[in-house]
């Protein structure tokens, strides 16, 4: 089904208002949440809202605790989540990095304490939207084994690089899982092998079959080795420069929160690249998808489907789980 | 055959100095390529010793350029490398990113118009040495096809990160390719088949095949789209923020030069991370080797090898290739 981009939103608000935030807030959550379903990854926007809901309710997000500045140096500023709702931190901070950015060219974010973020890509956006290249990466409960190791211990660390474009920006938004846990689910509900290696079975075997990876929690890191080298990284940077959690302390809870996060920016006018960067930009992409193909298909770069995807679903309603529609107006 | 540290180092300085290298920089260069071997990457020190000899002699690589300031922003610089030496104008891009970083907790330098920095993991060492988290890619010729793409249009883009650490910073080095060339040709060479999926065949089919991988040019991104949308990403940034050449530029020339690479710089201490950067760190490393594993392997970290290897190549000689070796002696 599908439902108006308007009706989502006044309808989420509607919930947060009655689960305790307040007005501003529930507006704006709400709006992060419809964007991650409008842009088409409603698996990190309405899927989730439920979740959500819960881990308010369990009083591991707090809806009004709003993100305080720790320290600032200047460019850098570390900031604290108080274990507010993780879209309103992170859009918060990444807005901060922005300002910074608009004044001092470059600016940097670092926050702890904070939640699950929902949709990674958002922040990018909203990074590009105001002129500036955006990079920000989240570390996670461990899900992901260290390369050769038999348990989860990584976390699929999503990190985002976001660069302002007028034909749309182009916005990079992975995990360093090679599969989401969620896109496993769906081909294991639907019977599905998977198209690539997804993860490791019981005997450390890669394999393509959902049900061995979600069975033993061995989701496959991006290029083997390499991937699960970046995703430690990404963690170290944002554990040591927010002062917060790491991925293996966030673990010992068995609830995902308390995370760390760090948001950067550069604003392409106060450093001088705006007047190329359109010209380079569509340079690239043009040779890009002047390559030749295997499959007669067409090349696509990260985000470059966006702006139709969202056209489609503010024309035609914005498509929705039924299910997870009827569990949301339940909450009305 | 295992050569020592300073007879290296002397050998490869008088070289350069027959080359039209000046004194100081003979001698920096030679470190350079000598400290990727050192820390057992011959593949981009000595091996490439040659190769690099002959791009002085097309005159793509210029001996005594040195890289100029084009503009400056506070935090954020832009230099012109002027086509010199790629390791030179990288470790003093780097040295210009940590000087910047000492003084105001971040320094960015975008480099255009410079040539192959050899090996990535060098400036990222450096980085660390001076107490700094260090960030920088590069672009390179295309050499990886887009995702679906039957041709190589996206370069390797070498990234690294650095962190440092008392016990051995912690390096990550990683192409965006799940293998190099250099691995390909080594596993065809003995005649064998990489380990894992290394690229397309002639039919768009993942192979293990270095034959045919290097027949085609079609090294696997890591991560398939992931790595793909990753590498593309990289030389968008390394081009706008230089105002360089990006990878499909340096693709025309049918040679490798005029690269354009980026710089990152924060400072431990001017960022107030000095006090729990360590223990927060060790606490990682810690729980990461901790991990139960397959093969009752241990658990390895970015770097976490190189101090021993560093240390056995000190006290027995740095392992060279005898042709390789000769080829250089040659140029006495």
Redesign the interface.
Known sequence: MRVAYQEIIQNLEKILLKNGFTEDRAKLCSILFTQASLDGVASHGLDRFPVFLEMIRKKLVLPNQEASIL?S????E?WNGNLGPGPLNAYQCMDRAIQISKE???G?VALQNTNHWMRAGNYGWQAAEAGC?GICFTNTKPNM???????P??GNNPLV?A?PHSDGH?V?D?AMS?FSYGKLKTYLREGKEMP??AG?DA??N?TKSPESVIANELAL????W??A??S??L???A???S?GK????VGESGEEFSLSQVFIC?DAE????KE??EE??D??IS??QS?????G??????GGKIPEIRKQNMEHGIPVDEKIWKSIIKEL
Chains 1, 2 share one sequence.
């Open positions: 320290d140096y200047g460019v850098f570390r001092l060219g470059v940097i290249i084994p260290a390369w050769g190791g038999s348990e211990k990584l690089i660069i182009i990079l992975m090679q690539f290696d490791f005997d450390g890669l890191p991006v290029g083997l390499k991937g080298g970046l430690l990284l963690d170290m940077l554990t040591i420069l002062g790491s991925t293996f302390q550069l106060k450093i001088g690249i190329w960067s380079k930009l340079a690239i040779d890009l390559s030749s193909t295997f499959v298909s067409e090349i696509r770069y990260p």
